[in-house]
């Protein structure tokens, strides 16, 4: 069965920082798909991005760049220079081909201090 | 992305009532959806999948019973929280599978969720 982990429960910094958000997960399946969501407190789910397995290029948009490396099952998330509305609760999910349904981690919350 | 829609965005009903959450794919047509729950200040959990025209698929320690989900057509599907307790009060959030075949290509797209409040 697949799993995700995010270890960093809560995080917070000052705005301009840049921060890490690290994802680790665990499937057994050749093609998955890994994905970053934003919630703010409306509760909505924002999607960030969606990686294939098979892509293990690194993405920037904008303030926002994901790490994925397939060697140590990770798919880390920075934001640059940080600002307050990127305060929110963010998670990463995974999707395996073969069953379709997403598992998520446990989230992460993000606090940006003016 | 494509569009999910979910109503009412927010209900508050008496303990032993009965609550239908709808969940609807307003621009594509859904083979699966998915159903899950957050309780404050924790992650999503899937609570059961339901392919169109037949039963849902529940995960383990989810009552099928409780939690109805009927899943009659391409574009819609609901969720009948039965005999609802305070201990079901949640964030519950649909998701849409769009069909292989169609624009979106088998992505998958969430609504807005419904927060369920049991007194």
């Known amino acids: 069965a697949q799993k995700v982990t995010q270890a960093q429960t809560e995080i917070s910094v000052v705005e301009k920082e840049d921060v890490t958000l690290d994802c680790v997960y665990e499937?057994?399946?050749?093609?998955?798909?890994l994905f970053w969501y934003k919630q703010p407190p409306s509760g909505e789910l924002v999607f960030l991005i969606r990686?294939?397995?098979?892509?293990?290029q690194n993405e920037i948009s904008g303030r926002y760049s994901w790490n994925f490396q397939k060697s140590t099952s990770s798919f880390n998330f920075t934001i640059t220079a940080s600002q307050v509305v990127d305060s929110a609760v963010y998670f990463c999910?995974?999707?395996?081909?073969?069953?379709?349904?997403?598992?998520f981690g446990a989230g992460t919350r993000l606090t940006v201090k003016p | 992305g494509a569009v999910v829609s979910q109503h009412p965005s927010w209900v508050i009903c008496k303990s032993g009532t009965s609550v239908k959450i709808e969940c609807r794919s307003l621009?594509?047509?859904?083979?699966?959806m998915f159903w899950y729950r957050q309780f404050p200040k924790q992650s999503l959990m899937l609570m059961a999948t339901?392919?169109?025209?037949?039963?849902?698929?529940?995960e383990q320690g989810v009552e099928k019973d409780k939690f109805l989900i009927n899943h009659a057509s391409l574009t819609l599907s609901t969720l009948t929280v039965t005999s609802a307790h305070p201990e079901d009060s949640s964030f519950y959030i649909c998701?849409?599978?769009?069909?292989?075949?169609?624009?979106?290509?088998?992505?998958?797209?969430f609504g807005p969720g419904t927060r369920l409040t049991v007194l």
């Open positions: 621009d594509f047509q859904a083979t699966t």
């Open positions: 990686r294939n397995s098979f892509d293990e």
């Open positions: 999910a995974l999707s395996e081909a073969g069953n379709n349904d997403m598992r």
């Open positions: 339901s392919n169109e025209g037949s039963k849902a698929t529940y």
């Open positions: 499937t057994r399946d050749t093609t998955y798909y």
């Open positions: 998701s849409a599978r769009a069909a292989p075949s169609g624009r979106w290509l088998d992505e998958q797209f």
